[in-house]
Structure formats: C-alpha cells, structure tokens
C-alpha cells in the first residue's frame, strides 16, 4: 500500500446535518472512511477554508441567491450559503473522524476571489494546491477518494488526479451527493470518461 493514499475530501461540520451546506446523510459517511483509513499507509485530508465574504458566497453579490450561478473572471460559478469560514466551527472536522493518521491536510477556498472544489487546483484549473508534487515526491501513484460530496469536491478531484496522471477510484459508498440540478448522474459521467473507477 506504500504507493496508495485515501484522500478524505471535506468532511467538516458545515456538510454534515445541521451545518451551513448540509450534504443529506453526510454524517453517515464518517464511520466508513474511519473503517477504510485502516487499509491505507498514506491518509490526506482536505479541508474547505474560506475567508468571510468569499465570492463563492450568495451573500457577497447583492440580490443573489444561494445556489444561483454567476460568471466570475475564472468561468461559472455557483453561489453557496456562508460555510467553512476560517476558524468557526462549521470549518472544523466531524467530530466522529479519526484523523490523527492524518499525514497532510489540503486547506482550499481560502483566496477571497476563487473557488476551490479539486483537491489539486482552483476553480481557474490552473492554481495549483500542491497536492500533486507532494504524492509524487513520496512516490503515491494511485489514490482513493472518500468524502463529500461526491459530484463536487469528490468528483472534481478525481477528475485533476487521472488528468495528472494518477490511478484515481472513488470509493461512492463513503460518499453522498449535493445532487443540484441533476449534477451527480453530470459528474459520475465525466469521471467514467475520464477514467476514474467508481466502486
């Protein structure tokens, strides 16, 4: 397994029941990934990190709304409400996840005027995280995705991994769907296409 990480894709308060952006059934999601951390060497976290009044937040335009979709100098962009803000609670883990095995944790979202859904680059697709030299330089070729939610933050980093170049399966059992307009059937679709194995 030395060459394999589990990237464990936004599993934080605001996406789980009774959060900001609740991802329904989202806290079911925390035993699973805990069962599955125990098959792997490697373990990433990534963690949604906005500054208040992020561009991402319907909050921050006038006379829009949440789950809206805006153009922004980088492309499309949906509207949320106000989430994983900087220190507050929302941004925090589930308090059910085993992280402390925990090698590296990935913060995204934190520039003010750019989304970040991939764990690899922002929305623009062509700032980098980072994460991509990292699993090479420790030699990880092939990684699991778990988390939330599947046809965004999961599905997008799936996507920059195969087109990275590494092996990329999402593991859709420790995942639940936002499902906004039919995007989850979109995003199972593109990553098939791409290459990503679904199990």
Not at 15 to 35: K, S, W
Not at 102 to 122: C, M, N, T
Request: proline letters at 4%.
């Amino acid at each position: 397994m030395a060459g394999k990480a589990l990237i464990v894709v936004d599993v934080q308060n605001d996406f789980c029941p009774g959060g900001a952006l609740a991802v329904d059934r989202g806290d079911e999601v925390v035993p699973l990934i805990n069962t599955l951390a125990k098959n792997f060497e490697h373990v990433i976290l990534t963690q949604d990190w906005h500054p208040a009044g992020h561009s991402s937040f319907a909050s921050t335009h006038k006379g829009r709304q949440a789950f809206e979709t805006i153009e922004l100098p980088y492309g499309d962009q949906t509207l949320w409400p106000d989430h994983c803000i900087q220190g507050s609670d929302g941004a925090a883990f589930h308090s059910g996840l085993v992280w402390t095995k925990a090698e590296l944790v990935v913060r995204k979202g934190f520039r003010p005027s750019i989304d970040s859904y991939s764990a690899f680059f922002e929305n623009d697709h062509k700032t980098p995280t980072g994460l991509a030299g990292y699993l090479r330089e420790r030699g990880i070729s092939d990684i699991t995705l778990a988390g939330l939610a599947t046809d965004y933050c999961v599905a997008y980093s799936a996507l920059d991994a195969a087109g990275q170049g590494f092996g990329a399966t999402v593991q859709l059992d420790c995942c639940r769907a936002i499902d906004l307009s039919g995007s989850l059937e979109k995003m199972l679709g593109k990553m098939k296409a791409a290459g990503v194995a679904l199990v």
